[in-house]
Structures are given as structure tokens and as C-alpha cells.
């Protein structure tokens, strides 16, 4: 019993690297889409979302599952109530990509954003593909290091959704009310997608380390 209960852990990690896997797959072609007015792409995010919602529900059946029949204890109970909560953020990720590639979608054949703030855009969606994939390696390695750049980068696109709010509210924006309203919707599910990367990155952390304190917001 304690073999299979040991692949069933293995297979709850498993199935987190490979939501989170898909995840930065969909914030890659949410942020080329967005960049580049790629309906084609959109569509496709749009599609993978619902993917990616039926494999958080799938897992979180299962660490459900688990919880009942083998009723786990100090460790392995962390493991898979984390999982949960794991999940269900990788879930919101993935419906933040979603809705930069609904903008993109709603927009074409225009840009987004104006040409003033495509550059900020630009490394916006830079940090959120680069903060996918570090946490798509941390759920499968567990190491600590991930966490503590994925914290560093969410500084920088905090300082980025900021400096578009500043220059939306500016006195020299000469963006419309249809500008405006995008490009502070689209910084903020670029921040809000970073946001839940170091909500997850923090509970693994605390899994590899038993430290709540790091990687702080």
C-alpha cells in the first residue's frame, strides 16, 4: 500500500508539471498573439484553456481521491493539499493567458496597445513565458533557487504594470478610451498572471525547505 500511495504522489507531481508545462506553452502564444495581432494564435489559447481546465479538474479529483483513501500525514499531507491549491492556481494562469489572447482576438487586425507602450508589452509577456517555465521546472526539481528568480521577476513586472498605469494617466497619453481600457486590462492579467507564479512558487518552497519566509512578495 505505501508503494502505491508513493506513485500516487509521483503521479500528482507529474500531472502539476505537466498543467504548468502547458501553461507556459499558452502564455508564450497569448503574448506573441497580443504582440503581434496573430488571430490564429489566439484562437488556439483560447482552445488550450479548456485543456488545461479539465486536467486541474482531473488532478484535483485525484489529490481528492488520495485524501480520502489513504487519509496521508504530516508531509505527504502538505504534498497534496498544496497540490490543490497548486492546481487551482495554474488554472487562473491559465485563463489569464486566455484573456490577453481574447484581447488580441476582439482587436485584430489591430494592435492591442499603442506604439508607445508595445515595448513595455513586449517584456511584460517576456518575463511571464520566462516565470512559466521556471515554474514548470520547479514543480518537477524542487529547487529553491527557481523560486527566489521567479520572486525577482515578478518585481519586474510589478514595476512594469506600474509605469503603464503612470503613463495611461499621463498628460502627454493621446490613447482613446478603448486604448486605455485595453492596455490597463492587459497589464493587469500580465501582473495577476506573475502574481499566482510566486503564490505557487512560495508552496513549493515551503515543501523542499519547511521556510515559509522566502520568496517573499
Known amino acids: 500500500m505505501r508503494e502505491v500511495f508513493q506513485q500516487e504522489l509521483q503521479e500528482v507531481q507529474e500531472r502539476l508539471v505537466e ?13 506573441r498573439a497580443f504582440n503581434e495581432s496573430n488571430v490564429s494564435l489566439a484562437e488556439q489559447v483560447i482552445a488550450d484553456d479548456d485543456k488545461i481546465d479539465e486536467l ?8 481528492i481521491n488520495i485524501l480520502a483513501r489513504q487519509q496521508p500525514v ?3 499531507l502538505r504534498i497534496v493539499v498544496s497540490a490543490l491549491r497548486i492546481s487551482s492556481s495554474l488554472e487562473r ?19 492591442v496597445v499603442p506604439k508607445s507602450l508595445r515595448k513595455t508589452f513586449v517584456e511584460m509577456g517576456q518575463l511571464d ?22 520572486r525577482n521577476d515578478d518585481d519586474r ?3 512594469l504594470h506600474l509605469s503603464v498605469f503612470e503613463k495611461v494617466l499621463g498628460e502627454t497619453w493621446k490613447g482613446g478610451a478603448e486604448d486605455t481600457v485595453d492596455a490597463t486590462l492587459a497589464s493587469r492579467y500580465h501582473e495577476r498572471f506573475a502574481d499566482h507564479a510566486v503564490s505557487i512558487a512560495k508552496k513549493v518552497h515551503y515543501l523542499a525547505t519547511g521556510d515559509w519566509v522566502a520568496p517573499e512578495d
Open 19 to 31: 498543467i504548468a508545462s502547458l501553461v507556459a506553452v499558452s502564455i508564450e502564444n497569448a503574448t
Open 93 to 111: 494562469m491559465g485563463d489569464m493567458a486566455d484573456h490577453i489572447a481574447q484581447l488580441a482576438r476582439y482587436r485584430f487586425p489591430d494592435k
Open 56 to 63: 486541474a479538474i482531473n488532478l484535483d479529483e485525484l489529490a
Open 157 to 159: 513586472i510589478d514595476a
Open 74 to 76: 504530516a508531509r505527504d
Open 129 to 150: 513565458v520566462e516565470m512559466a517555465r521556471k515554474l514548470a521546472e520547479l514543480l518537477r526539481t524542487e529547487d529553491v533557487q527557481l523560486a527566489e528568480e521567479i
